[in-house]
């Protein structure tokens, strides 16, 4: 099954960021893999906020406050740049 987030609290995206959904063991696991961010947990709507919330963690960290980065972070900030208008 797969999820689409289209936008990151007030951005919109200029692509939508697909959400991989698996359910396993009585458990959902969203995973969106080439930005390596994963969450789990029995409640799919409550999954998809939190990984939502994590996704807007790493672009604030990354953009809003401007860290300067280096190894996954640097490859991270690269992939996410192609979801941003």
């Known amino acids: 099954m797969y999820y689409f987030i289209e936008n990151l609290n007030e951005i919109t995206l200029s ?5 991989n959904i698996e ?22 709507k409550e999954v998809i906020d939190e990984l939502k919330s994590d ?3 790493v672009y604030k960290r990354l953009f809003i406050e401007n860290l300067e980065v280096g190894g996954n972070a640097k490859e ?3 992939e996410l740049l192609n979801y941003l208008k």
């Open 76 to 78: 991270t900030k690269k």
């Open 23 to 44: 359910k396993e063991n009585g458990e959902y696991i969203s995973s969106i893999e080439n930005l390596n961010l994963f969450t789990y947990g029995e409640n799919l």
């Open 15 to 19: 692509k939508p960021i697909k959400v």
């Open 55 to 57: 996704l807007f963690y």
